[in-house]
């Protein structure tokens, strides 16, 4: 049974960067998408963006120019940097696996299978 | 990219079929078959339900179903039970190769 885990501070000051890393146990993390999504209390969800297993990602043009993200194959592994964080940016984080489209064709198709229990993190001083 | 438009509630009776819309554009729902869609109860963690515009997971209750007719994809859901109360968000692949979700509709059966 593939597992994912968030793990990082809950509480992060403003104009701080949100560290977060998602641990998959159950499965490689090899030829898959590995997607970030939060979700402010009350709201809904939205894609930050992914990493695929090689390293390449692509991120939600909102949040392009504070988003890192990175991946560690040996740990299964992969985490997620959003710098410069406000008020605004308080939500539960999840990771998730895409599994893809059928065709194979394209990068992350929104096809999210096994989700983290989310991570709550507040932006505050 | 602009969240995909969803009714902020609908409900239906037990028993009862009813149908969540999710409006996108041509850059997305009208373009690509890649649109999923995702069941939430309060507190919990997000559900697949549909993938690709119609298919079901192994597991999802074929009362489930998606289509999509231009730019509008629809979550139907029929013979309505209790347990289909919940939170419903729509997602599409976008041309610039992104994700974007919709805002989420809440489906109240009565």
């Known amino acids: 049974q593939v597992q994912l885990q968030e793990s990082g501070p809950g509480l992060v000051k403003p104009s701080e960067t949100l560290s977060l890393s998602c641990t998959v146990s159950?499965?490689?993390?090899?030829?898959?998408?590995w997607s970030w999504i939060r979700q402010p209390p009350g709201k809904g969800l939205e894609w930050i963006g992914y990493i695929y297993y090689s390293g390449s990602t692509n991120y939600n043009p909102s949040l392009k120019s504070r988003v890192t993200m990175s991946i560690d194959t040996s740990k299964n592994q992969f985490s997620l940097k959003l710098s410069s964080v406000t008020a605004a940016d308080t939500a539960v984080y999840y990771c998730?696996?895409?599994?893809?489209?059928?065709?194979?064709?394209?990068?992350?198709?929104?096809?999210?299978?096994?989700w983290g229990q989310g991570t709550l993190v507040t932006v505050s001083s | 990219q602009s969240a995909l438009t969803q009714p902020a509630s609908v409900s239906g009776s037990p028993g009862q079929s009813i149908t969540i819309s999710c409006t996108g554009t041509?850059?997305?729902?009208?373009?690509?078959?890649?649109v999923s869609w995702y069941q939430q109860h309060p507190g919990k963690v997000p559900k697949l339900m549909i993938y690709?515009?119609?298919k079901r997971p192994s597991g999802v209750s074929n009362r489930f179903s998606g289509s999509k007719s231009g730019n509008t994809a629809s979550l139907t859901i029929s013979g309505l039970q209790a347990e289909d109360e919940a939170d419903y968000y729509c997602c599409s692949y976008v041309s610039s190769s992104t994700l974007v979700f919709g805002g989420g509709t809440k489906l109240t059966v009565l």
């Open positions: 690709e515009g119609s």
């Open positions: 041509s850059s997305d729902v009208g373009t690509y078959n890649l």
């Open positions: 998730a696996r895409d599994r893809g489209d059928s065709s194979g064709w394209y990068a992350g198709a929104g096809r999210f299978d096994y």
């Open positions: 159950g499965d490689s993390i090899i030829n898959y998408y």
